[in-house]
């Protein structure tokens, strides 16, 4: 079955966390193609910023300030969307996420609560109304913006490392569902991209932890001679939404990777935890240097 959505101004297109980082530029990106778009995130004045961005490329915008990972106020943005846009809903993009630094056991229990709230149950509170629609129109395309951490982990996030994990197993048991429907489920996984996120997350700015732990990685490679993995390249949020643009218009029935060199770790990973942990070593060991300095 063909579930490739055409973009234009017919197609209706609902994007979570469109307030910055990759939403916004996705926004942006649609904008320019016409379609309908439907955009939520926390704060405001962002997110009417975005809208009227978006609004001057001529775009018919509804914006919504909704929590994504409050069940009402999830469910209400699809169903206001649903409403505005004559019934129609042809992509959900879930991109609204959010991270977290701690080690394991300093990691409360709202944290964890909040990590799934948002990374998770967001993708059951939104599809939950969008699915019907989509079914009756044999047609439809959900995006979850997962991240590489979705498939393999660093420390010091195990919440956002779990709770991506568990976007994955969502999506891919969504699918068995999906077969046949006309309605696609696409897994987008990236790596590093300049967004505000590595700024936001709840408890420190993981940023921090990983330019130390990156400094402090190459002074143990050296006094241990041993090589330090390659670091990814940090990825722009346009070239993001740009592969997630080409996933929608050409679903490629596999989880999307969106960093060169994603694909060959979580090979590695898979196939011997200890390889991965011996390709890592100097910056897991960086990073706990850094973590225990600061605590
Ligand atoms: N940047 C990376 O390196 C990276 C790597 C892998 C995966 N990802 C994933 O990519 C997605 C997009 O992140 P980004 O990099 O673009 O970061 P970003 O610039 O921080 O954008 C995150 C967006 O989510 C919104 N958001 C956060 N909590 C929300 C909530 N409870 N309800 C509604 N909206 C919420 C934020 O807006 P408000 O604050 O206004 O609500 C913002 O618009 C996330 O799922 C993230 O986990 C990012």
């Avoid at 004559?86 to 990691?107: F, K, P, Q, S, Y």
């Avoid at 993708?123 to 959900?142: C, F, S, T």
């Avoid at 897994?187 to 402090?216: H, N």
Wanted: glycine share 6%; with cysteine; proline share 4%.
């Amino acid at each position: 079955m063909n579930n490739s959505i055409s973009l234009g101004p017919e197609t209706v297109v609902a994007i979570t966390g469109a307030s910055s980082g990759i939403g916004a530029a996705l926004a942006e990106q649609l904008a320019e193609r016409r379609v309908r778009l439907a955009l939520c995130a926390r704060r405001p004045g962002r997110l009417a910023e975005i809208a009227a961005r978006v609004r001057s490329h001529g775009a018919d915008v509804l914006d919504v300030v909704a929590d994504v990972s409050i069940e009402e106020q999830a469910a209400n943005f699809i169903e206001q969307t649903i409403k505005t846009f004559g019934g129609r809903l042809d992509v959900v993009v879930a991109n609204a996420g959010r991270g977290h630094c701690a080690a394991v056991e300093d990691t409360s229990t709202e944290h964890i609560h909040s990590m799934f709230a948002l990374n998770v149950y967001q993708l059951w509170y939104l599809l939950r109304p969008a699915l019907p629609v989509m079914k009756a129109q044999r047609r439809g395309h959900i995006i979850a913006i997962s991240s590489i951490v979705g498939k393999i982990a660093y420390p010091y996030n195990a919440a956002y490392v779990a709770a991506k994990h568990a976007a994955i197993g969502f999506i891919a048991a969504l699918r068995t569902e999906l077969v046949e429907t006309g309605v696609e489920a696409t897994v987008v996984c990236p790596s590093g991209v300049q967004t505000e996120w590595a700024q936001v997350t709840d408890s420190a700015p993981i940023s921090e932890l990983f330019a130390e732990g990156i400094a402090r990685s190459r002074i143990i490679a050296q006094e241990r001679n041993i090589p330090r993995a390659p670091l990814q390249r940090m990825m722009s949020a346009s070239e993001v939404a740009q592969q997630i643009i080409a996933a929608i218009e050409m679903p490629p029935g596999r989880d999307i990777f969106t960093h060169e060199g994603s694909e060959e770790l979580v090979a590695l990973a898979l196939g011997s935890r200890r390889a991965y942990e011996d390709a890592m070593l100097p910056l897991l060991l960086g990073m706990r240097q850094a973590y225990e300095a600061r605590h």
